[in-house]
């Protein structure tokens, strides 16, 4: 390509070309200037007529401010913006920390929930920081600010994310940590969801009447084994051992496999449920894992009459473990482990349930003193007796 004519001005150093403005067939004068620097001739473009407002006069300017060093030549400048980029993009920021922290994670639901939080809520205030450079008074604001318009929780849950990218990066050796510890707010969330012995018999009720066969039979399930509603979203024939009695549970709420066993109520159901072409239990569309079962569960709610507040399938597995937890025959730890909970603490919500029976026993050892007293043992009333 033969080079542009250059045209002379009445400025030393200062030239310009013809060429075409930014998005018009428009002529435009594009401007340059020559220069001497540390012994080498330097041509550099100073900018365009029409975008840049770039005249004869403005080029000379520039060129005596690069003469006399004020300004540093265009290479050097994009040599310097290259250095900071890269001395940037060295640096394990939060934002950098974030991308590799989440490729190690699977992509569900969780991941995806993680993803919105960072972007929407931790990236700006500190995406661009080294861990060792968050101050206290940085989250303290931030919480602050969330807490006027989240709940406590979801505030704790992002906190909670960054503690987790931050330690992850310790944990990596890829930064230094902070030198505080960040405070999430207190949450007192604690929910039991239970049903009378009438609303269990409406619900069951409906459970019949409605013609879904597979919602109907995921309810059910929820009440027999008290399984998490993305479990049994999850669940897939392959992973029910019919011969040992006992159901596999892939990654329970992000903890290691679990199993339960299968009770006898349990088995019956799963024997009886039609099997599809589809690996899944309780499939969804075209065979695949089930995302969703809220219109046929809130529909069988709505004719059981049950509160609006009441969450149809957490709300079982609530209903599952206030039945064990009250009858006095299943221990904490035991519940613990049928509910796949990681830690007891979650299991202690049922604990006042526990509790009852244990007031039903004690009263019902004064009972049988006071009936040693006045000389009556014939009968002994027991633990049932005592509930009615």
Not at 14 to 41: C, F, L, P, W
Not at 42 to 62: C, N, S, W, Y
Not at 63 to 86: D, V
Not at 159 to 176: A, Q, R
């Amino acid at each position: 390509m033969p080079a542009q004519e250059r045209h002379k001005t009445k400025y030393a150093g200062v030239y310009y070309i013809e060429g075409t403005a930014i998005g018009s067939n428009k002529k435009e004068k594009i401007y340059y200037i020559m220069y001497r620097k540390d012994g080498k001739q330097i041509h550099e473009k100073a900018g365009r007529q029409f975008v840049d407002d770039m005249t004869p006069a403005r080029a000379a300017g520039l060129r005596s401010e690069k003469i006399e060093g004020k300004q540093a030549s265009n290479k050097a400048r994009r040599e310097a913006e290259k250095a900071a980029k890269e001395k940037v993009e060295a640096k394990w920021t939060v934002d950098r920390l974030f991308k590799e922290y989440i490729k190690g994670r699977p992509d569900n639901k969780s991941s995806n929930v993680d993803k919105g939080r960072y972007e929407k809520y931790l990236k700006g205030p500190f995406g661009s920081k080294e861990p060792k450079d968050i101050l206290p008074l940085d989250v303290d604001r931030l919480r602050i600010r969330l807490l006027k318009k989240l709940s406590p929780q979801t505030v704790k849950h992002i906190l909670n994310l960054l503690t987790w990218i931050i330690n992850f990066g310790v944990k990596k050796n890829l930064c230094e940590g902070i030198s505080f510890h960040i405070q999430k707010p207190t949450v007192n969330n604690i929910k039991t969801e239970d049903l009378s012995e009438d609303q269990l018999k409406k619900l069951l009720e409906a459970i019949e009447k409605d013609s879904n066969i597979q919602i109907k039979n995921l309810m059910k399930m929820v009440l027999y084994s008290g399984m998490r509603r993305g479990e049994l979203f999850k669940l897939k024939w392959k992973h029910i051992d019919f011969d040992r009695g006992f159901i596999h549970i892939v990654d329970p709420k992000g903890g290691p496999d679990q199993k339960i066993p299968i009770n006898d109520e349990a088995r019956k159901l799963l024997s009886s449920h039609s099997k599809t072409k589809s690996p899944y239990v309780f499939p969804g569309r075209g065979g695949k894992q089930r995302v969703s079962a809220q219109a046929g569960v809130n529909k069988i709610k709505k004719a059981a009459g049950l509160p609006k507040h009441f969450r149809p399938l957490h709300g079982l597995r609530h209903t599952y473990a206030s039945m064990l937890a009250s009858s006095g025959k299943v221990d904490m730890y035991t519940l613990q482990k049928l509910l796949t909970h990681k830690s007891p603490v979650m299991t202690q919500r049922y604990a006042h349930l526990r509790d009852e029976v244990l007031k039903r026993a004690s009263g019902l050892a004064g009972d049988i003193i006071t009936q040693a007293a006045n000389g009556s043992t014939d009968k002994v009333v027991d633990l049932e007796d005592r509930k009615k």
